[in-house]
Structure formats: C-alpha cells, structure tokens
C-alpha cells in the first residue's frame, strides 16, 4: 500500500508541478488579450450589471431547470469561497512570503478573462435532459466544441472522482476546526453534516441555490467586516504590510540558506498558485452552473467570472492577508498553524471575535460542500445517464462521515490527480476555442456600445 501512495505521490507532483500553474495563467494572459482586457475595459459595466441587477432579478426563473444569473454566481462562488481564501492565503505566506499576496493579485487578474471565456463557452455549449432541464459543464464543450465525445466521458467520470474527494477534504477541515477549538466528536460532525447536505440533495438544485443566494452574500460581508476591524484597529500597521507586499514580491535576496533571487521565486510560486486555485479559474467548475443561466447573449452570463474572481481574490483573499499582516502574529508557521493564523489575527482585538471568525471559516466549508454536491451530480449524470444521478446525490452526503473519521492523505492525492487530469483537457479546450469567445465579445460590446 505504501508503494502505491508512492506512485501517487509522484503522478500527482508530476501533474501540480509548477508548469500546470504556470501554463494557467499563460491561458489567463491569451483571454484578456482576446477579450480586449474586458476585466479593465468593462469593469465598471460588469459591476453594475452583476452585482445590482442580477440581484434584482435573483429570483426569476425563465425556463424550467434553470437558474438565474445571480443564483448561478452565488452556487459558483459557494464551492469557491472555502478554506483556500482563509488557510490557504496563511499558508501562502508563511511559504512565500508576504511577495505571495502580490503574485496572488496578479493571478486573479489574468483569471479574470479565463474564467470569462469558461462562463461563455458553458452558454455557447450544454444539453437537456428528458425532461427539459439544461444541462452543463465543461464535458459539453469538449464533447462539441472539441468534436470528442470520449473525452467528454473521461472528464466527467474524473470531476465526479475529484468532487467526492473534495467532500472528505472539507468535511475533515470541518471536522478538525470543531474539534481542535471545541473538543467535537468528530463521528457526530459527521452525522450532522450528513443530515444538512441529506436536505439539500432532496430540494435538488433550487434548494440549493436558494441556500447559496442567502449565505454566501452574507458570510462573505460578514468575514470581511470581521477583517475591517482587525485593520481598523491597526491602522497604523497598513503602509507596512503594502511596503513588505510589494518588497518581497521583487526581492531578489536569498532565502535563508539559498541562493540570490529564491526569495522572489517562492512568492511567484505561491502567490500563483493560490489566486489560480482558489478562484478556480480554468479548473472546468464554473460552466456547470453558469451554463443552466438563460441570458439573451452569453457574454451576459460570462461577465460574472470577472466579478467571481474579484470577490473570492482580490477582496476575501486579500482580507485575509492584510489582516494576518496587520494584527503581526508569528508567521513561521509553527508558532501559530496556518489553519489558525486568521483566526488568532482577529482574536487579538478582541478574543471572542476569533469564535465568529470560526463560524465564518465553517460555513465557507460547508458552502463549499455544497457546490461540490451540485458539480457531482452533474458529472455523474453526464457519465452514467439520468437515471444513476438519484444515487451519486443521495450517496454523496454520507462521504462526510468517512471524511470526518481519519486522515486523508491519500485522498487528498486522489482528488489531485483527478482534477489535473482534468483540468489539461479543459485547458486544450480553452485554447482551441479562444476564437469563439473573442467574436462574443466583440459582437454584444458593439452591439452594446452602438
């Protein structure tokens, strides 16, 4: 068994080395210049159109099956707004330096337009069941767009091997949070989350983009303000952290032990790789909600990948990097885990605050949870047929208890390997279809411009 973690383990280093982070954000830097930097050109626009009046029309239902474009961001935003935007950001800077944030900023810009052009791509490209529900993901595209229907099936039998192991990845974090802060029996978190995801698969996707719409707009403000206090209070300590963001992310010194220029390497590394991953731009998961929107042009829809990434980087990402600089708790790592390093930080002002910073970190899980849910579903449909896809929504809940139990190490490296596996066919698609969602955008900006 060993042997075969081994084997894993070095797949899975093969596959998230540096090149696939790399060539993401090449694929982010195509897209803006495709798009004519629609994150730049148009934010303003994007906004307005995305954040005041999708929400004023949160609720309305144009055709059976489907979602509107408020409801679609938020499910989108619910499996990207996790653990990654409060412990990852940690671990980024205890690995890389407060140069991390900065390299960070710039992934989410180019991430921008990718995720852009996904959201297109998931309009330009979807089905429907027997009974008229649209269906979507990034297996549509491929299977139409790339003219490779295997392909399709591969990648879809992938994201649903991918999403399971994402479940015991977020119900453990859950799991861990309550029982290092509380003492939780880790069996019973289990059984509740169970319970709570149970509910939400059998109200299927309405349920769930009715939970979506309610909590994540409020627990993103909610986390945010926690954090505007930590920097209120701190104010004086603000010109510093920008200095050491913007220092270390061109400094050219060597890292303890290393050679000139290691220093400036670590925080591209780091800073890179989480604005990619914690957004999710060109990972493939923002099409399947997106793509069941029914908008008058797909540019409509595309726009709220710019205003995804702008949430979950630029601004909660952000939060938490600012505020851990500001409150100047130890950064070594092992003074204070990085699992914990947002929590202390808020808790210097105030110690009851770092309670209500745990309750934000649980429920940012917990969404996540359950945009996973949605994106399982709709990959095992896609793969096995509509009549399997009751079971994979029934039986997925019940991961949370195995997730919750033990350690999952090898879990982790499963669900690695599944999403890089499918995230390189999804980047060819990106690639070769780059032409499509330049013409939609250049048609509807004209269009909207005349």
Not at 138 to 157: F, H
Not at 179 to 191: H, K, M
Not at 293 to 321: K, Q, R, W, Y
């Amino acid at each position: 068994m060993k042997e075969f973690e081994l084997i894993l383990e070095s797949i899975n280093k093969m596959l998230w080395g540096n090149w696939l982070v790399y060539v993401l954000l090449g694929l982010g830097i195509l897209y803006t210049f495709a798009t004519g930097f629609v994150q730049v050109r148009h934010f303003a626009y994007i906004m307005k159109e995305t954040l005041i009046k999708s929400f004023k029309e949160r609720n309305l239902e144009k055709r059976k099956g489907s979602l509107s474009t408020f409801q679609a961001m938020m499910v989108t935003l619910a499996g990207n707004i996790g653990g990654g935007n409060v412990v990852g950001v940690a671990t980024a800077i205890v690995s890389g330096g407060f140069g991390a944030v900065f390299w960070m900023w710039l992934a989410a810009f180019f991430g921008m337009a990718l995720k852009y052009g996904e959201i297109i791509l998931s309009q330009l490209y979807r089905g429907e069941d027997q009974d008229g529900n649209i269906l979507s993901g990034p297996m549509y595209y491929i299977r139409d767009g790339l003219k490779s229907p295997k392909l399709g099936i591969v990648i879809a039998i992938l994201m649903t091997i991918k999403m399971m192991g994402a479940n015991l990845v977020q119900s453990n974090t859950i799991a861990t949070i309550l029982q290092d802060n509380f003492s939780f029996n880790n069996l019973l978190t289990g059984f509740i989350l169970t319970g709570l995801l149970f509910v939400i698969a059998i109200g299927g996707l309405k349920r769930l983009a009715k939970l979506a719409t309610n909590l994540v707009p409020i627990m993103s403000i909610f986390y945010v303000v926690l954090c505007i206090l930590v920097i209120i209070v701190n104010i004086k300590n603000v010109p510093l952290v920008f200095r050491e963001i913007f220092t270390q992310a061109f400094s050219f010194k060597a890292a303890a032990g290393g050679v000139a220029g290691t220093v400036i390497a670590k925080a591209m590394q780091y800073g890179i790789a989480r604005g990619m991953y914690s957004n999710e731009a060109g990972e493939g998961t923002a099409p399947f909600a997106h793509g069941t929107a029914i908008v008058n042009h797909p540019v409509e829809e595309g726009i709220t990948g710019v205003t995804e990434v702008f949430i979950d980087t630029i601004l909660i990402c952000s939060m938490t990097a600012i505020t851990i600089g500001v409150s100047q708790i130890p950064l070594d790592g092992e003074t204070i885990k990085a699992s914990n390093m947002a929590i202390q930080a808020i808790g210097t002002v105030y110690q009851p605050l770092s309670y209500l910073a745990i309750f934000a970190l649980l429920i940012f899980c917990f969404t996540t949870l359950m945009g996973q849910w949605f994106n399982a579903a709709k990959s095992f449909t896609y793969a096995y047929g509509a009549k399997f896809t009751d079971k994979i929504k029934y039986i997925y809940p019940f991961l949370c208890i195995i997730g919750c139990l033990g350690k999952i190490s090898l879990v982790w490296t499963i669900q690695d390997i599944a999403m890089g596996l499918v995230i390189i066919p999804n980047m060819l698609a990106l690639l070769l279809l780059v032409k499509e969602v330049r013409f939609q955008t250049k048609d509807y900006f004209e269009k909207l411009n005349k």
